[in-house]
């Protein structure tokens, strides 16, 4: 079956309804995302991720930092038009390729960062450029104007945003038109929902990405307890992981599990389902061919209003399943 496509924002780029999440294909400095990373097998499944017709690859300068970008370079070397390149720019990089943890939305280092990927891509454009997250003391303005003279320019297709508040979109789109903006996700993560900024992306016709579709391996039965993440995995950081949410959060995958058995599906293709009903575009990320066809498999699947309702009610929309991040990131969501 052919993978159905759709409009992401309305200038004209057309993606599948999913995309594939490449962060946990390199570590990131020495700690590893989502356990160890194989790049032979991280680049067989972009490989096969494209033959099953997820084209849409979605990466950031900061994963790595810059790895993720050139093992993307590595996989799509001489097929370049074959793939929907996103990737994001913000978390500063300096020039010995380190990570400040300041966010950079200056014009400047939008054109110094661009160029950084372009060149790390083995490209000379980019389908979407995202800025990761907002710069709190460069207006908005300021940067997406830096954005769309790139565009002018040839060097990037469309514009996004990640993890802004619907008053920052609603300045950005003034600029240049926004074609989507991406935040986290999930059954788990519905803040966008609750604060309103799926309806403002739906008022202005940009379109929604999730990241970790999936809570963060949550819905994919691989996590029964702490102890089942390695030693230096980044989720140990994350609220939702820690004792104070984990059991309970267990319990509500087991909801969500029982569920998934009725319809004779998989929970992670019942939660991929639920956002492409909503006519959300979910990049669940994965490094191994294993889990690929099956996340794929979810974009066929229809479910009813009923569905929806018996899901949600699972976790209804304010329920507390912990922070998405720690204390310190969690500051930098605008």
């Known amino acids: 079956m052919e993978i159905k496509k759709i409009n992401l924002g309305n200038q004209g780029l057309i993606v599948p309804v999913m995309g594939l999440g490449c962060m946990g294909m390199t ?11 194989d ?20 990466t950031a300068d900061l ?25 994001k720019f913000g978390w500063e990089i300096d020039d010995n390729d380190k990570v400040t943890w300041a966010i950079n939305g200056q014009k400047k280092y939008v054109k110094k960062a661009l160029e950084r990927s372009l060149k790390n891509l083995k490209t000379d454009y980019i389908d979407l450029y995202y800025l990761h997250r907002l710069d709190k003391n460069t207006p908005i303005e300021e940067t997406v104007e830096a954005m769309s003279e790139l565009v002018k320019e040839g060097k990037i297709g469309h514009i996004g945003l990640s993890e802004v508040s619907s008053e920052t979109i609603k300045r950005a789109h003034t600029v240049h038109p ?10 788990f993560e519905r803040t966008v929902e609750k604060r309103g900024i799926l309806q403002t992306l739906e008022e202005l016709g940009i379109s929604f990405v999730a990241y ?9 039965g691989q996590i029964r307890t702490i102890n089942d993440l390695p030693a230096n995995d980044f989720r140990r950081s994350i609220p939702r992981f820690q004792e104070a949410y984990f059991h ?28 492409m009903n909503k006519g959300i575009i979910p990049i669940p990320g994965t490094k191994r ?40 990131s969690m500051g930098l969501i605008d």
Not at 27 to 37: I, L, N, P, Q, V
Not at 178 to 187: G, N
Not at 254 to 267: G, L, P, Q, S
Request: glycine share 6%; charged share 25%.
């Open 212 to 220: 970790s579709p999936l809570g963060r391996g949550f819905l994919s």
């Open 248 to 275: 309970k959060n267990i319990e509500l995958v087991d909801a969500i599990e029982a569920m998934a058995a009725d319809k004779n599906i998989t929970a992670t293709q019942l939660g991929l389902a639920w956002m």
């Open 27 to 37: 570590g990131f400095e020495e700690a590893d995302m989502y356990g160890k990373a």
């Open 39 to 58: 790049e032979k097998e991280a680049i067989a499944t972009i490989h096969q991720s494209k033959e099953l017709g997820v084209n849409f690859l979605d």
């Open 63 to 87: 994963y790595g930092p810059l790895k993720n970008e050139q093992l993307i370079a590595r996989a799509i070397e001489g097929h370049r038009n074959d793939y929907i390149i996103a990737t």
């Open 178 to 187: 926004i074609a989507a903006v991406q935040s986290e996700y999930s059954l």
């Open 289 to 328: 061919r294993k889990y690929l066809a099956q996340n794929i498999a979810a974009a066929a699947i229809q479910l009813s209003e009923s569905d929806v309702s018996k899901l949600e009610s699972i976790i209804p929309l304010g329920t507390d399943t912990g922070d998405a991040y720690d204390e310190f």
